[in-house]
């Protein structure tokens, strides 16, 4: 009797996956795993795009004098931090208003901070159990709008007041870019229009070059940059650190393009970051070769700075199209790239427009290729939709920067002192050397 | 006593020190220099601009010596940081008025 009782019980548990707790028993269902990849890959990329802020922050303070470190350390950390807040009070629901419009493709009709779903939801509960976690779309989509304040910071270094900075991007990344961006990946008109940008050349790099050449011209050169007709250098603090900084920021756009697949739960999904990743590097190295080889070419040896702004352009062109170029295509992409800094950064300088890291040419000039190159790769494009949104972008950028950094420069000022900016930022404004030990005084 | 000032090109000091040493010197102060002079200095170029950099490095030796080793010294020195090319530097001898040795109050040719 008890053996056949054992053999009744033995025969019940085997049979058991089969009562339909084959979920529990056996692993998610095939929507659970899509969500699972898909949120994984949001958060892979999220945080590696967040280590491009220390990648930002290296390649600033390696191209700034040593009197200035501190200040663009401070701002470096300063700003991804407001970003944090910002995105998260107003910016994230500006961007993605889930067709919930209050003008219709252009302004978003859902006010406030973003909100996650409950702890431990299920697909059932989730807010959107096709796609991925609200915190982890939150968290990505919150790193890109980040890297965007990040460029402006480089390009107007070592005579800008640290306050009025950080109000603008406080602006910057609670409307600014939130705004914009809805127009294209919150499902508004320019997305509407077929307009394609696939990781950001034009809603994350090109606003960040808009914004920071707007600040460049009304903020003015620094002291002694543009003397009697002539460019005068002023050489960065630390070549290592800046090519550190350019090393992270590869890194993390692997998150940056590869994450923007959106989708990480299918065969097809996944292959595609596999292609992303390797266009991604192919376009980041031939953006540095390009520029190796001409600068070689024009100044009769290579310009380490402009090999960094190369590789950084090659991987800002790749960005709009990174998925569908063959590995040779995404190359010569990226060397176009390599090519566009080395010949517009002595441009910047004859204009008189002080750039101190190169930002302006590699986001936004290679910004505005990267978009413009989508339409040789992928035949969904069409030429003058990118260019129309390059132009609305940009104007939209220009205009409300524009009106910001005015508002500022009335108001409170933008620019530090004569004294303080010939003394060094570090200083006169912190009271701190980012190198006391080798200090002057 | 007299006190020989002497620049030389940075990559010889320890060519120049070895050889002082060699022949009895048991002191020499050394100061890191920029200056000019025939070597006037080089124009370099940072992101296609390009400057002008106006003074070149160099190593200041400063030795106290008595007046009996002077051509000694500045024989050494000269031979040893000679590379025939411009910018090799110059010595200088001067009057040294008076020394004094801080640790035992020792002074003159005792001092050195």
């Known amino acids: 009797m008890t053996n056949l009782k054992s053999f009744a019980l033995a025969g019940a548990l085997v049979a058991l996956p089969s009562l339909g707790l084959a979920q529990d028993a056996a692993g998610p269902s095939s929507a659970e795993f899509v969500w699972i990849m898909n949120t994984l890959l949001f958060l892979i990329g999220g945080f590696l795009v967040f280590f491009m802020a220390a990648g930002f922050a290296m390649l600033e303070g390696g191209l700034v004098r040593s009197k200035n470190v501190t200040m663009q350390m401070t701002k470096n950390i300063a700003l991804f931090s407001l970003a944090t807040l910002a995105y998260w009070a107003f910016g994230y629901n500006l961007m993605y208003p889930l067709g919930t419009w209050s003008v219709e493709g252009v302004l978003s009709g859902v006010f406030g901070p973003g909100v996650l779903e409950a702890v431990g939801v299920d697909l059932a509960g989730a807010d959107d159990g096709e796609y991925a976690s609200t915190g982890s779309d939150f968290f990505f989509q919150l790193m890109f709008c980040a890297a965007t304040a990040s460029i402006v910071s480089g390009a107007l270094a070592e005579r800008i007041k640290l306050w009025p900075f950080l109000i603008f991007v406080v602006i910057l990344t609670g409307i600014i870019y939130p705004l914009q961006a809805s127009w294209k990946w919150g499902g508004g008109f320019l997305d509407e229009a077929g307009f394609l940008d696939f990781a950001g050349s034009t809603v994350v790099h090109s606003v960040g070059g808009w914004a920071a050449l707007t600040g460049a011209i009304i903020l003015g050169p620094r002291l002694g940059k543009y003397k009697d007709g002539r460019v005068n250098p002023m050489p960065g603090s630390n070549l290592a650190l800046a090519t550190l900084g350019v090393f992270i920021l590869w890194l993390g756009w692997f998150g940056f393009n590869g994450g923007s697949q959106l989708a990480m739960g299918t065969v097809g999904d996944i292959a595609d970051v596999s292609r992303i990743f390797v266009n991604t590097n192919a376009a980041a190295a031939a953006g540095a070769i390009a520029a190796l080889l001409l600068t070689q070419l024009l100044y009769k040896k290579p310009d380490l700075t402009m090999v960094l702004n190369g590789a950084l352009a090659g991987l800002v062109s790749i960005t709009a199209e990174p998925l569908t170029p063959s590995i040779g295509m995404a190359t010569l992409i990226g060397a176009v790239g390599g090519i566009i800094v080395v010949i517009t950064i002595p441009l910047l300088d004859k204009l008189k427009i002080d750039d101190v890291v190169g930002a302006i040419p590699v986001h936004l000039f290679a910004g505005i290729w990267g978009t413009i190159a989508v339409v040789l790769t992928n035949t969904d494009a069409n030429l003058f939709t990118q260019l129309y949104s390059i132009v609305v972008v940009g104007a939209f950028t220009v205009v409300a920067s524009a009106v910001v950094w005015f508002i500022l420069k009335m108001t409170m000022g933008i620019r530090v002192s004569k004294e303080a900016e010939i003394t060094g930022l570090d200083v006169a404004e912190l009271g701190m050397e980012a190198y006391p030990e080798f200090a002057k005084g | ?112």
């Open chain 2, 1 to 112: 006593m007299k006190f020989i000032v002497a620049t030389i090109k940075p990559f010889l000091l320890e060519d120049v020190r070895e050889a002082l040493v060699g022949i009895g010197i048991r002191g020499i102060m050394v100061t890191e220099i920029k200056g000019f002079g025939a070597q006037s200095g080089h124009t370099e170029i940072y992101r296609g601009a390009e400057y002008t950099v106006n003074y070149v490095p160099k190593m200041k030796l400063e030795i106290a010596a008595p007046d009996d080793m002077v051509d000694q010294i500045v024989s050494t020195i000269t031979t040893s940081a000679r590379t025939g090319k411009i910018g090799d530097g110059k010595v200088f001898v001067l009057d040294l008025q008076q020394a004094v040795r801080v640790r035992t109050g020792e002074t003159g040719d005792d001092a050195l």
